[in-house]
Structure formats: structure tokens, C-alpha cells
């Protein structure tokens, strides 16, 4: 992600294309630097919900969606 210079990546539904999360260099920061473990190489979902974790979701889907923004007017 750093050499591509993007902080975060949005997770969306593979058929409908819904978002369903965004993954920040943060979040995964948070669970695989501490530990040393090889949590980044579990499959994206569990990886989420451990992200999620934290704020109370039980399923990797963010508990409050960020606000919407349309490529013709601001935030």
C-alpha cells in the first residue's frame, strides 16, 4: 500500500460492489506488528472483524458508515 501511496482500501461486496469496510495501513498495523504473527495472511473477512472488533461489530461491517461522497459535491 505504501509504495502505491494509498493509507486505505474499501472492501466491497464482489457482486453488488456495496462498500462494506475500508482497510487502512493503521488497522493492519494494529494486528500484525504487535503480535508478529501472520494474521495478514488470513482470508480478508476474519481479517476485518478482528479489525472491527474493537467497536463492537460482529461481522466486519462497520457498525456506523462513513458519509457518503459524490465526485460532484463535497464532504
Known amino acids: 500500500m505504501s509504495e502505491q501511496g494509498v493509507s486505505s ?5 464482489p457482486e453488488t460492489g456495496d462498500l462494506l469496510s475500508a ?7 494494529k494486528l500484525v506488528a504487535p503480535s508478529q504473527s501472520k494474521k495478514i495472511t488470513m482470508q480478508l473477512g476474519q481479517f476485518i472483524a478482528l479489525i472491527k472488533a474493537p467497536a463492537g461489530s460482529q461481522d466486519g461491517v462497520d457498525r456506523y458508515p462513513g458519509k457518503p461522497a459524490f465526485l460532484t459535491k463535497g464532504f
Open 9 to 13: 482500501v474499501a472492501v466491497v461486496h
Open 23 to 29: 482497510v487502512s495501513v493503521t488497522d493492519i498495523a
